[in-house]
């Protein structure tokens, strides 16, 4: 397994901590998105949205990070990072979804590149922009999880799940750009918790070997 | 089944095709974006990050068209919307991400609000914003069907899947926001043969009942 990444991009930090829960090897190759190298022809042609991560199976080329979350549960399941029931796994996905979908993207680089070039943005411009879909994002994602989550161990239920792996580099996000958390407790609650967990541990950006000393 | 949706957010559209391809009786509640009502608490309450659709199976009520797609395909499989094959099966769901997280965040009603009232944007910085992205999107996901279109009948090998239900709404937002998409060739073929498929067909925006006369 090779994964395609860069320390500090969000859904490159997702698939980390997946390969590792699931203790599949991997070696790691650096797209280095501050250089620009995701540009690269030889890159595009096999990921033409030009993203991280993408994760080499021997077999197959896989992009998205939740198309791989999916295929990884299908061909590795054991520990399991969806709910076996039906509902609890459509669940996961949904607050899956409420960060790789209703946060990350509007956090992009492609697009703080932009409004920084078309609307003028500095960095406290961008760091606002930013935090403003983030905490919309978390207002829901704090809902659900103290809905679902058991103790505030975990997103979902009582064990690791993707709804973890989401959260914990979006939260990472959040850190980067300024956003003030504390209102969100179990969220916290949860990232506390699953920061001590090895698998999640080594899957942080400051530990990948891209990350500036 | 109850979806709560709108005629023209592409995130219901995209389940009304699913739906209709699957032939699951529902019946429609519409949520008027254009009035405000996902922000109703008693919405919110159900849905935190008020969005649309929402799909009361009875048991559940179901958000994220991501998970609602991947949980009809569970319980409903016939006809399936994703390959049997594990790497065809990430290869559509790619397809559906470069849409559903690449593009249509970008384009949600909620940013394109922010973006008038914080950069001043007017009708014209509004569709070049919505152009780009889309373009962006649809690049890519042009050259994945380009590769995996049996024949340019549907975005991936030769039926239905889930790629065509993400790509139909997405089309018809490209139109809205005026992109020229006839460089898109593959695409403008897709598009043109799914249109005339009846379970398509029924789940267009202008056959929905709060769609304007």
Redesign the interface.
Known sequence: MKLYGYYRSSASYRIRIALNAKRIEWDYVSIRLDKGQQHDPDYLARN??G?VPMLDTG??Q???S???A??LE??YPEPPLYPSD??A???V??M???I???V???TNL??LQ?LRAE?GQDDEGIDRWCQ?WIA??F??FE??AKERSTDGLFSFGNSLSYADAWLMPQYYNAQRFGLDTSRFTTIESIVSHCSGIDAVAAAHPSRQPDAPP
Chains 1, 2 share one sequence.
């Open positions: 033409p949205m993203f077999d197959a896989l992009v998205e939740a198309a791989i999916e295929h299908l061909i039906p509902i796994r459509a669940q996905r949904e899956q979804h409420i790789g979908s209703g990350q993207p509007l492609r697009v932009h609307f403003r919309r994002g207002e829901a809902a659900r």
